[in-house]
T-cell receptor, first 108, second 111 residues
């Protein structure tokens, strides 16, 4: 079967650190992508992990453990503009599987 | 700006009607993907084309169809529309599947 789990909502304050976890089960797994979507906007690519370990891109980092079918997105030094939905998306062959995402609300 | 364009931005139509959504991928991208996003729902993958050929199919209804033309633009056709088809429809393009670039979407309202 195929499944994807991430928390529906996370809240934090400006300047804090937040971790959004993702567990997945999918056949033909190639890697794990993360996308950000602001209300009314289009999803935008944040990161992709093909191999186990941590990938860092500025304030955002993404981690993958293939053996645990688990990944997370770490957002540091949170800013108000980081309030958005975040989707983990396993890459199955060359098709991304999206779930319902995690809504992050950043408060001042 | 992702480089992916979609038209129209908004579409309002009645139940039973048929509409066509258009997508132009980023220059050089051979893959085009279509997604549906309903209120409070995630992105549902509908279909993928690669260089004119259907590559993968997701939860696409039989009333929906798509194609990719020789110039690589793609169209998504939705027919016998129902109220439940009201949603945001996104097109994305990609040189390979891991990093997809999404267009601004077409908001379809079926009344």
């Amino acid at each position: 079967g195929q499944s994807l789990e991430q928390p529906s909502e996370v809240t934090a304050v400006e300047g804090a650190i937040v971790q959004i976890n993702c567990t997945y089960q999918t056949s033909g797994f190639y890697g794990l992508s993360w996308y950000q979507q602001h209300d009314g906007g289009a999803p935008t690519f944040l990161s992709y992990n093909a191999l186990d370990g941590l990938e860092e891109t500025g304030r955002f980092s993404s981690f993958l453990s293939r053996s645990d079918s688990y990944g997370y997105l770490l957002l540091q030094e949170l800013q108000m503009k980081d309030s958005a939905s975040y989707f983990c998306a396993p890459l199955q062959h060359d098709k991304l599987i999206f779930g319902t995402g995690t809504r992050l609300q950043v408060f001042p | 700006d992702s480089g992916v364009t979609q038209t129209p931005k908004h579409l309002i139509t009645a139940t039973g009607q048929r509409v066509t959504l258009r997508c132009s991928p980023r220059s050089g991208d051979l893959s085009v993907y279509w997604y549906q996003q309903s209120l409070d729902q995630g992105l549902q993958f509908l279909i993928q084309y690669y260089n004119g050929e259907e590559r993968a199919k997701g939860n696409i209804l039989e009333r929906f169809s798509a194609q990719q033309f020789p110039d690589l633009h793609s169209e998504l056709n939705l027919s016998s529309l129902e109220l439940g088809d009201s949603a945001l429809y996104f097109c994305a393009s990609s040189p390979q599947g891991d990093e997809q670039y999404f267009g601004p979407g077409t908001r379809l309202t079926v009344t």
